[in-house]
């Protein structure tokens, strides 16, 4: 058991979660993470380099490698873990105000949670977005004209260069849901940041945002965050192991009302 969790009576008393969550929680579906210590963009920066929009948008070969990246992502085959299904059961419950996610997998939406109760500051993998005319299409649409042969796909509607609906580096975030996510911060009792580092913005501040609007911080993360000193919890255990029980003792209190 995990000390602090049988310490902190007031976890059963958190009426409204909203939950940050981070590469961490999708690395037991088997998808890597980008910016641990194991990741990525951590052992190759120049990786990182070339998911840039400018090298994206000036550099074909860029486009015909990140379109076999996507035909190629572990995403499509990865099922949703405990740490996803314990989310779904917190919405159940009547607990959860929303999920703020910096993944791009779609695996809460595949595990249940209400596609309205995500919020997906980075995007998602699930659809492609053509650049010049914004018109949205089903990635597997366009992933079957690459399995086809076309190395680079334009835009069936205006012939633009079309890329996955996520955050590249240099691309701003959406404002619409960046405000959303920060409405959510802001108006929670409890905030839960699962696996991620909270080294990125805006996610990192969202854990100052929901702390000076009154709420309790718990961290479930494997290593240290810049964040940790300010919340009411850190625990190390495994995000499978360690969201589910905290979903239940958040869900021990039934009827609602007393405080
Ligand atoms: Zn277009």
Not at 30 to 52: E, M, N
Not at 56 to 75: F, I, K, N, T
């Amino acid at each position: 058991m995990d000390a602090p969790l049988t310490l902190n009576g007031w976890l059963p008393q958190a009426e409204t979660v909203t939950v940050l969550t981070g590469a961490g929680i999708s690395t037991d579906s088997g998808i890597p993470d980008f910016r641990g210590p194991q990741g990525v963009w951590t052992k190759d920066p120049a990786a990182a380099a070339l998911s840039s929009i400018d090298s994206y948008l000036a550099d074909p070969e860029v486009r015909r490698r990140s379109w076999r990246a996507r035909l190629d992502h572990p995403g499509w085959a990865a099922e949703p873990n405990r740490g996803h299904a314990a989310l779904v059961e917190l919405e159940r419950a009547g607990r959860l105000r929303a999920i703020i996610t910096q993944n791009i997998d779609g695996l809460h939406q595949s595990a249940g949670s209400s596609p309205s109760a995500v919020i997906e500051i980075h995007g998602t993998m699930r659809d492609a977005i053509c650049l010049s005319c914004g018109l949205r299409t089903p990635m597997p649409e366009v992933l079957a004209r690459v399995g086809a042969g076309e190395e680079d796909p334009p835009c069936v509607s205006c012939g633009g260069i079309q890329k996955s609906a996520t955050i590249s580096f240099g691309q701003a975030l959406d404002p619409d849901v960046l405000a959303a996510a920060i409405a959510a911060a802001r108006s929670c009792d409890l905030f839960l940041a699962v696996g991620t580092s909270l080294t990125v913005q805006p996610a990192a501040g969202l854990c100052l945002e929901a702390v000076e609007h009154g709420a309790r911080l718990v961290i479930i993360n494997a290593q240290p965050t810049p964040y940790d000193r300010v919340a009411d919890a850190v625990l190390r255990t495994p995000i499978g192991e360690a969201l589910p029980r905290l979903v239940s003792r958040v869900c021990e209190k039934t009827g609602g009302g007393a405080r």
